[in-house]
């Protein structure tokens, strides 16, 4: 059973540049978050995907924008990168149902920006 | 979501239990304390989670308080595969963002 795929898995822009990350949740799960971790910070919170509209956002700029597809798979793109964007990139999937809330996290997109 | 607070660093020997303290004085009663580490260069990982009762899996134990305002982390017999960052975090439902502040680094010594 697969878990939380992300790709890419490393990529290097340029500021101005845009960027798509892109992630597949683990089998069955139909709820997509997403997460950015500057170095030696916790991951904070952009947004969370759920039947194809986004449900909750953190406190990011309108240049971080979302997808879901109809088989649960995410995007997310960033728009006229800053240096400031370069961090992990976090993808967490769960079951809408599923009482205990467990996340599951991929393994990440580490982005940096020059 | 209320606010968590960690010990920076943590030091644990081999075989030993690692026990992780959590303050959460302002958790309300229906927010619930969940628990996550961070291995270097991975993603972040469920541990546990619990509400008012204390909680057992095959990871760890999760203490909580009958105040309701602190909670331990038990990893009974920590290895040095153990070593990691550890989140404590308040969530208000079972489907809300996570609010992770900068957690506990646990060094597990051989």
């Known amino acids: 059973d697969a878990g939380v795929t992300q790709s890419p898995t490393h990529l290097i822009k340029t500021r101005g540049q845009q960027v798509t990350l892109r992630c597949s949740p683990k089998?069955?799960?139909?709820?997509v978050s997403w997460y950015q971790q500057a170095l030696g910070q916790g991951p904070q919170f952009i947004f969370q995907?759920?039947?194809?509209?986004?449900?909750q956002r953190g406190n990011f700029p309108d240049r971080f924008s979302g997808h879901q597809f109809p088989n649960y798979s995410s995007e997310l793109n960033v728009n006229a990168l800053l240096l400031g964007d370069s961090a992990l990139y976090l993808c967490a999937s769960s079951l809408s149902w599923q009482g205990t809330g467990e996340l599951f996290f991929g393994e990440g997109s580490r982005l940096t920006v020059l | 979501d209320a606010k968590t607070t960690q010990p920076p660093s943590m030091d644990c020997a081999e075989g030993r239990a690692a026990n992780l303290p959590c303050n959460h004085s302002?958790?309300?009663?229906?927010?619930?304390v969940y628990w996550y580490r961070q291995i270097h260069s991975q993603g972040p990982q469920y541990i546990i989670h619990g509400l008012k009762n204390n909680e057992t899996n095959e990871m760890a134990s999760l203490i909580i308080t009958e105040d309701r305002k602190s909670s331990t982390l038990i990893l009974p017999h920590a290895t040095l595969r153990d070593t990691a960052v550890y989140y404590c975090i308040v969530r208000l439902t079972s489907y809300g963002k996570l609010t992770f502040g900068q957690g506990t680094i646990l060094t597990v010594h051989p």
């Open positions: 089998s069955g799960h139909d709820t």
């Open positions: 995907y759920y039947e194809e509209e986004e449900r």
């Open positions: 302002t958790i309300s009663g229906n927010e619930y």
